[in-house]
């Protein structure tokens, strides 16, 4: 009987110390946007929009195009966010479609991390 409480005790102790080491860890993901805002011949931009304001500065978002024979898209361009989350990309661009991504990225805020979440824009024709 002895040996059965010492086992349970150890187990609750265990558990114990579980939660709070995962709840310690625990990250927040905060939702992004990427959006393309204007696409002229030799400018493209757009702007990366979150919840939490650390999560927008800093991010790199790729411009993808579609090839001419209508089958995948690959990548024209990178960018990383200035503090407001604008983001440009000059260049020699084609009549196409054309969408944007921005990675997923782990950042702390105040010690705290946050997981800023990735996006993908619609595909549109510029």
């Known amino acids: ?28 993901t905060a939702k992004s946007t990427v959006t393309i805002l204007s696409g002229e011949g030799t400018e493209f931009r757009g702007k990366v929009t979150s919840t939490k ?6 991010r790199k978002v790729t411009l993808f195009r579609k090839s ?37 990225t782990l950042i702390r805020a105040n010690g705290v991390p946050i997981r800023c979440d990735f996006d993908i824009n619609v595909a549109m024709h510029f």
């Open 53 to 58: 304001k650390q999560c927008r500065a800093n």
């Open 1 to 28: 009987m002895k040996r059965l409480a010492l086992v349970l005790t150890v187990m609750a102790a265990g558990m114990a110390l579980l939660s709070v080491g995962s709840a310690a860890g625990a990250v927040t």
């Open 68 to 104: 001419d024979s209508g089958g995948a898209y690959s990548a024209v361009g990178t960018d990383k966010t200035d503090a407001s989350g604008a983001w440009e990309m000059q260049g020699s661009f084609m009549a196409g479609m054309y969408y944007a991504r921005v990675a997923s």
